[in-house]
């Protein structure tokens, strides 16, 4: 039961232009959720997150947007950089549950 | 600060084994989560402990059990090894939990089973 949902295992993206990546989750009860970025051989790191109250939340090139109908988000990179090329993951929380729900990543590749 | 360490980094070990790996958190922090990462599932949420007490579990057979130690360090165990257990096994660290604090990953065990 794949709760969270990345339907792209992979985006290529040229440099300069803006990167988007999708999300779809089904459990109405998640109310904060977070993107991470994972390079080879290295564990995740925290990206930004938004929380269901919020529609929108920006941290310098990444914003991130939240469709509570839809239960849609997206992940917004503009522009591009090179070093943006790694996996991203989606993930979901319900406050108060101690659980994180991932989804099954997109390798982001930035092409020169 | 020194980050989230795992111990191994590579594991190989054959069907019907058993293997425990150890993950120390970031110093201060209390809680520490366990995951899968396959190619096809993504991560997968294994258990997440916070002052040596399980506080949830993710959908995994008895077979993966885990626990953390008065110095918040934690290890977990998968017995009786089937080849699907071959994953990355992807622990991290936060203050007080996944719900409040953001999560510090650990680099990850490489497990391989044959």
């Known amino acids: 039961d794949q709760q969270v949902k990345q339907n792209s295992p992979s985006l290529s993206v040229q440099e300069g232009r803006i990167s988007i990546l999708n999300c779809d989750y089904t459990?109405?009860?998640?109310?904060?959720f977070l993107w991470y970025k994972k390079y080879p051989a290295e564990g995740p790191t925290f990206l930004i997150s938004?929380?269901?109250?919020?529609d929108k939340n920006e941290d310098g090139r990444f914003t991130v947007f939240l469709n509570k109908s839809a239960k849609h988000l997206s992940l917004h990179i503009v522009p591009s950089q090179p070093g943006d090329s790694a996996v991203y993951f989606c993930?979901?929380?319900?406050?108060?549950?101690?659980?994180?729900?991932f989804g099954q990543g997109t390798r982001l590749t930035i092409n020169p | 600060k020194a980050g989230v360490t795992q111990t191994p980094r590579y594991l190989i070990k054959t069907r019907g084994q058993q293997v425990t790996l150890s993950c120390s958190p970031i110093?201060?922090?209390?809680?520490v989560s366990w995951y899968q990462q396959t190619p096809g599932q993504g991560l997968q949420f294994l258990f997440e402990?916070?002052?040596?007490?399980?506080?949830n579990k993710g959908n995994f057979p008895g077979r993966f059990s885990g626990r953390q130690f008065s110095n918040s360090r934690s290890e977990m165990n998968v017995s009786t090894l089937e080849l699907g257990d071959s994953a990355l096994y992807l622990c991290?660290?936060?203050?007080?939990?996944?719900?409040?604090?953001?999560?510090?990953f650990g680099p990850g065990t490489r497990l391989t089973v044959l």
């Open positions: 993930a979901a929380i319900i406050q108060g549950a101690q659980k994180l729900v």
């Open positions: 991290a660290s936060s203050r007080a939990g996944i719900s409040t604090d953001t999560q510090y």
């Open positions: 110093s201060g922090h209390r809680s």
């Open positions: 402990y916070f002052s040596e007490t399980q506080r």
């Open positions: 459990n109405s009860m998640f109310d904060y």
């Open positions: 938004i929380s269901s109250i919020k």
